[in-house]
């Protein structure tokens, strides 16, 4: 969809003769695809093309064009693919500039990124929904109006073995609401960081501590990465070693 196109759809003209409609209730909620591959772009505007309850207000391969036309003609909603074909920052940093420039923006990232840590950076941005691509077209349908009505969808079927992505999202969103417990060297480590730490220094497996946090083996997995890149320490034996040097189990 062109500029200029894009202008009308926000602004469609009106008969210099004729009297202003009345105002209406409801509208159709305008939307945004961005996408790096151009036959997704078309399966996407294709799939909400016979929707009453959405107008694609235009489409984009790149963050530069996703802005010239979210800024143009604002959407209600941006279906994101954060892997434009450089890499995943850049997908990244476009739906933190959508998020901080479009107040009230719904963002749905539909990736085949499997990273769990560039989920969780999207996540923590506030972006409202994660789906895998593959999911049938029922599924990304529903979670475009799911995001519509205010809420947020996570796709928990994980595609790569693993595990799934609900439970990560829940839990590490609920974890980001703790506060800091402890300062280890110059990192900060969350409440259940430490939790995890504590378990791991007493010989836990994942699925021990899974059980004995009440979260996802995958969950734990994502601690420990994140414990190993905080502590700079390459094993997860090293984590305990330097843990019990410094005197913090």
């Not at 083996?217 to 990465?225: I, L, M, P, S």
């Amino acid at each position: 969809m062109t500029t200029d196109a894009v202008l009308d759809a926000c602004t469609p003209a009106l008969d210099p003769g004729a009297v202003a409609p009345a105002p209406v209730l409801r509208r159709t909620a305008r939307l945004l695809i961005v996408d790096g591959e151009a036959i997704v772009r078309f399966g996407l505007r294709q799939l909400f093309a016979s929707d009453p309850d959405l107008s694609v207000i235009g489409e984009a391969g790149s963050p530069r064009d996703a802005l010239v036309i979210a800024d143009r003609c604002p959407p209600d909603l941006v279906v994101l693919d954060i892997d434009l074909g450089r890499g995943d920052a850049a997908g990244v940093e476009l739906a933190r500039m959508l998020l901080e420039r479009h107040r009230g923006v719904r963002v749905l990232v539909l990736t085949g990124c499997r990273d769990r840590e560039v989920m969780m950076r999207t996540v923590r941005l506030g972006v409202h929904g994660y789906v895998r691509k593959g999911a049938e077209t029922a599924d990304i349908s529903r979670a475009v109006h799911a995001l519509l009505r205010g809420e947020s969808v996570f796709d928990s079927r994980g595609r790569d073995g693993a595990g799934a992505v609900g439970p990560i999202v829940t839990d590490v969103l609920r974890d980001e609401g703790r506060p800091v417990a402890r300062s280890f060297g110059g990192a900060m480590l969350t409440e259940r960081e430490n939790q995890v730490l504590r378990l791991l220094a007493v010989g836990m497996s994942n699925r021990e501590i899974g059980r004995r946090l009440v979260i996802s083996e995958a969950t734990v997995k994502f601690h420990v990465r994140n414990l190993r890149d905080k502590l700079e320490v390459r094993r997860r034996t090293e984590i305990v070693y330097t843990a019990t040097r410094q005197g913090i189990v």
